[in-house]
């Protein structure tokens, strides 16, 4: 009898086992079962995303084409972008910058030939925000633009000659984790960091200033205030108050338009920069970002939009 209830005991043992044996698989099962429809909801939702952030990019596009007055401005809608707008299942927001109203720093250099009115105004805009050693930084963008081997040795601007030394490949090969100079254009404004001298702090200051556009007319709709003073030394910061408590009011529809607003020969000043393609009502390029949003699926998106020709350069995931 004895023999008989340890039997029965090893038995409900081993049931007990396999029961906790498989509860645990079947645990473990559901919970991988789980997983798998989680990571398969967020590729669902964060592939809806993508598209619609790219429907965004879209709609960015078609915004801006729509546009065809004489001005570009940030009173206009392009500029006031979209927030949270809802979209099926998910929402979609866009921001759309206008790249002209910043230097276009690609456009310091032609080929092999640099620019030398975008030079001056490079300079005079570091030497605006008073970063140190502000002809070396210049001399060293145009080295890492150009397409020469040659340092470039002398900054003449506003009446002044300032040596200076450049960097090209033979320098950047000599670091301690050596790279080839770029003798291109810039393809993202952080490659500045690979230029001598551009430190992580003088970047930071520059940056809000500068594009990587190779168009060197400026919007006066949209421009800022230390941009529009460095495109010439005679401009005068009276000026510049004057042009930008008018755009406030109205958008300046012409440079004519001007010409009742200034003195004379500040007038006669900013005709000359639009005569040389410097300074102008309208914008080429922008920069237009693109946010999709679907549950939990978030995509961002990044594209440089051409106006003119209509083209996008690049549609990047951010």
């Not at 670091?175 to 952080?190: F, H, T, W």
């Not at 440079?255 to 393609?277: G, M, V, W």
């Not at 410097?278 to 390029?285: I, P």
Request: a negative charge; one cysteine or more.
């Amino acid at each position: 009898m004895k023999r008989k209830n340890n039997e029965q005991g090893m038995a409900l043992l081993l049931v007990l086992i396999v029961v906790t044996l498989l509860t645990s698989i079947l645990m473990e099962l559901s919970y991988s079962t789980l997983i798998e429809q989680r990571l398969a909801e967020t590729f669902r939702d964060n592939t809806r995303a993508y598209f619609l952030a790219r429907g965004g990019i879209t709609a960015g596009q078609k915004l801006l084409l729509t546009d065809n007055n004489e001005y570009d401005a940030h009173t206009e809608a392009w500029a006031g972008g979209i927030s949270s707008y809802p979209v099926g299942e998910g929402f979609v927001s866009l921001t759309v910058k206008d790249l002209n109203g910043q230097l276009g720093i690609n456009s310091l250099v032609v080929g092999n030939n640099p620019q030398a009115v975008v030079v001056d105004c490079f300079y005079r805009l570091l030497l605006a925000l008073e970063i140190d050693d502000p002809a070396e930084l210049t001399a060293g963008v145009i080295d890492w633009l150009d397409q020469g081997d040659d340092n470039f040795q002398l900054i003449q601007t506003d009446g002044l000659d300032i040596p200076v030394v450049g960097a090209e490949d033979l320098y950047y090969q000599g670091l301690a984790l050596p790279y080839a100079c770029k003798n291109g254009p810039l393809e993202s404004l952080d490659e500045l960091l690979l230029v001598r001298g551009f430190t992580k702090d003088i970047f930071k200051i520059v940056s809000p200033y500068l594009s990587v556009t190779d168009s060197k007319q400026i919007n006066i709709n949209t421009v800022g205030r230390e941009v529009l003073l460095a495109l010439s030394s005679k401009i005068e910061e009276q000026t510049v108050d004057l042009i930008i408590d008018s755009r406030r009011d109205a958008p300046i529809r012409s440079i004519e338009k001007l010409k009742t607003l200034l003195p004379t020969d500040q007038f006669s000043l900013l005709k000359s920069l639009a005569n040389q393609r410097l300074l102008g009502t309208t914008s080429k390029f922008y920069k237009i970002t693109a946010e999709g949003v679907v549950n939990n699926g978030r995509r961002s998106l990044e594209t440089w939009f051409n106006k003119k020709d209509n083209v996008l350069s690049y549609i990047r995931t951010m």
